[in-house]
C-alpha cells in the first residue's frame, strides 16, 4: 500500500502544479489552447484523490477525511466542466475563484490523506 501512497501523492503533487501554472495562464488570458490539458490535468488530479482515499479506507488512516474526498471528487470535475455557463457576464471572476479553492482543497485534502496513510503505517498495530 505505501507504493500506492507514493505513487498517488507523486501524481497529485504533479498534476497540482500543472493545474495552478495553466490556471495563472487562464487568468492572465494567455494559454487558452491548453485548456484541455487542464482539464486532463485535473481528471488525473481526481484519480490520484480517489486513490488516496481507497487507500485511506483499506488502512483505516482517517475514514471521514476519505468519505470527504470521494464527495470531493465528484465535485471538482462537475464545476470544472460546467463552470464556463455558471454567473456568466461581469461576476464569472466569482465562479473561477471558488473553481480555484475547490482545486486547492482538493490538493490539500490528497496530501492531508498521504500523511495520515502514512502515520497509520507507522503506528505498531495491537493484536486483538
Known amino acids: 500500500m505505501d507504493t500506492i501512497r507514493v505513487i498517488a501523492q507523486t501524481v497529485l503533487r504533479i498534476t497540482g502544479a500543472i493545474q495552478i501554472i495553466l490556471g495563472l495562464l487562464f487568468w492572465t488570458g494567455n494559454a487558452y489552447s491548453l485548456i ?36 470531493w471528487g465528484v465535485i471538482v470535475p462537475v464545476l470544472g466542466l460546467t463552470q464556463s455557463g455558471l454567473l456568466q ?10 473553481h480555484l479553492l475547490v482545486g486547492l482543497a482538493a490538493i490539500g485534502i490528497g496530501m492531508r490523506l498521504a500523511r495520515d496513510i502514512k502515520d497509520e503505517r507507522a503506528q505498531p498495530q495491537l493484536a486483538s
Do not use: M, Q
Not at 37 to 56: E, M
Not at 89 to 98: A, C, N, T
Open 89 to 98: 457576464g461581469s461576476l464569472h471572476w466569482i465562479i473561477e475563484v471558488i
Open 36 to 71: 484541455p490539458v487542464h482539464i486532463l490535468s485535473g481528471l488525473i488530479l481526481v484519480l490520484a484523490l480517489w486513490t488516496l482515499a481507497v487507500v485511506a479506507l483499506i488502512t483505516g488512516a482517517n475514514r471521514g477525511l476519505a468519505l470527504v474526498a470521494i464527495v
